[in-house]
């Protein structure tokens, strides 16, 4: 079946440190891929996405790069904030499997002033 | 503006009780789908429907009903049958058979037990 993994967290770094959190994936047909920020007690908002392989997903500052030789799409952020510290989900969505997302475990980063 | 609504935010159950949580979009999306939240976990996929008067169980739907009569709604009842239904509740909804296309979600109703 689908599934992704995340790196462990929780993750926390100073503020304007330069961010990486990993993600690969198994997939049983071609997944689109994203990535979702959920900020405490809220629902989760869409972060970027890439739907083939090369792409670049990028918003905020934050990027990700479908990576299908790897089975990765690993956000960076090159200097985080401190209004960055949120709980960070990486999800497939593959067109065989229906309609379903399937999530990583989600990473935990604390960024500290 | 466009989006999806949960109601309540928080939400408490007695033993034996069922409980309704409210979801509704106006993004004229044909999919829905409902998610279950536990601390520190990832989200686990409860029901989704495709289209209205059609619905399918995902991986935990034990203990749960569903309904969609409406495009727009898409409710979800906690049974007295679901053990364990503390937990943080997420809706979701986005134009079905696009696997490019994301889910958007909505704010999410936290259900404790008394």
């Known amino acids: 079946g689908d599934s992704v993994t995340q790196m462990e967290g929780p993750v926390t770094l100073s503020e304007e440190a330069f961010l990486t959190i990993n993600c690969t994936y198994t997939a049983t047909g071609y997944p689109s891929l994203f990535w979702y920020v959920q900020y405490p007690g809220e629902g989760l908002q869409l972060l970027l996405k890439a739907t083939k392989a090369d792409d670049k997903g990028s918003n905020k500052g934050f990027e990700a790069t479908y990576r299908k030789e790897t089975t990765s799409f690993h956000l960076e952020k090159g200097s985080v904030q401190v209004s960055d510290s949120a709980v960070y989900f990486c999800a497939l969505r593959v067109y065989s499997s229906g309609s379903r997302l399937t999530f990583g475990e989600g990473t935990q980063l604390t960024v500290n002033p | 503006d466009g989006g999806i609504t949960q109601s309540p935010k928080y939400l408490f159950r007695k033993e034996g009780q069922n409980v309704t949580l409210s979801c509704e979009q106006n993004?004229?999306?044909?999919?829905m789908y409902w998610y279950r939240q536990d601390p520190g976990q990832g989200l686990r996929l409860i029901y989704y429907?495709?289209?209205?008067?059609?619905?399918q169980k995902g991986d935990i739907a034990e203990g749960y009903s569903v309904s969609r009569e409406k495009k727009e709604s898409f409710p979800l009842t906690v049974t007295s049958a679901q053990k364990n239904p503390t937990a943080f509740y997420l809706c979701?909804?986005?134009?079905?058979?696009?696997?490019?296309?994301?889910?958007?979600f909505g704010d999410g109703t936290r259900l404790s037990i008394l």
């Open positions: 979701a909804s986005s134009i079905e058979d696009r696997s490019n296309q994301p889910q958007h």
């Open positions: 993004l004229n999306h044909d999919a």
């Open positions: 429907s495709q289209i209205v008067n059609d619905f």
